[in-house]
């Protein structure tokens, strides 16, 4: 596709279930990030990727949350055992190259509800 | 470490004068700037970046911003607002390639300035 793509659109969840959430890079782009919109806390890195090196998960909130890339391309976002506060926009972006120059592209984002 | 403050949370204009959001920003190292637009219920988009070619930076729209490293602020500005202009906009830093460690690629966002367009 021509953007970052991210689904689903939309997920309603249970308090306590795991969610996961996808994000589909733009083709050749080896830097992924995502972020998280929340109304208290505005826009906040969670993680970084950065081709086959170690991700940077300095903005994970808790050890509930975790993400992978698989192959370079695909990311998955998980949140085990939802609570009420991970309710949020989680937005993904991607960049063709890693480092601060470089513009990231983002996707329209999943917006997360936890009941 | 990195920061932004963006000074006003609101800011709300008439439709044809200028366009003004102000942004002061901290960063240990070379910083990258950027503005972001986010219309409601859309995905962010990039107005324009900051990376030490020029000071004055033009972007999408009409949009422009200069970077004055003696104040630290990255302010932008538009001569002449326009109704589809109404939307949220985000200041934001990263870290300069060769930082390194935890700032290196992440983005820092301000809290965001919602710009109301009068008619």
């Known amino acids: 596709g021509a953007g970052v793509s991210q689904s689903p659109s939309n997920k309603v969840t249970e308090k306590g279930k795991d969610v996961e959430l996808r994000c589909d890079p733009i083709s050749g782009h080896t830097a992924l990030y995502w972020y998280r919109q929340s109304l208290g806390q505005g826009l906040e890195f969670l993680i970084y990727?950065?081709?086959?090196?170690?991700?940077?998960k300095s903005g994970l909130p808790s050890d509930r949350f975790s993400a992978e890339r698989t192959g370079g391309s695909v990311s998955t976002l998980t949140i085990q055992r939802t609570q009420q506060e991970d309710s949020a926009v989680y937005l993904c972006?991607?960049?063709?190259?890693?480092?601060?120059?470089?513009?990231?592209?983002f996707g329209a984002g999943t917006r997360l509800s936890v009941l | 470490a990195q920061s932004v403050t963006q000074l006003d949370s609101h800011v709300s204009v008439s439709e044809g004068t200028p366009v003004l959001l102000r942004c002061n920003y901290s960063s240990s190292y070379s910083p990258s700037l950027f503005w972001y637009v986010q219309h409601p219920n859309k995905g962010l988009q990039l107005l324009l970046k900051y990376t030490s070619a020029a000071t004055l930076v033009k972007g999408i729209n009409g949009f422009e911003a200069e970077f004055k490293k003696s104040e630290t602020s990255f302010h932008l500005t538009k001569p002449s607002a326009h109704m589809s202009d109404a939307a949220e906009y985000f200041c934001?830093?990263?870290?300069?390639?060769?930082?390194?460690?935890?700032?290196?690629?992440?983005?820092?966002f301000g809290q965001g300035t919602i710009l109301t367009v009068h008619p």
């Open positions: 972006a991607s960049s063709l190259a890693g480092g601060g120059g470089n513009i990231q592209y």
């Open positions: 990727f950065q081709g086959n090196s170690a991700p940077d």
């Open positions: 934001v830093v990263s870290g300069a390639s060769n930082a390194g460690g935890t700032s290196y690629g992440k983005l820092t």
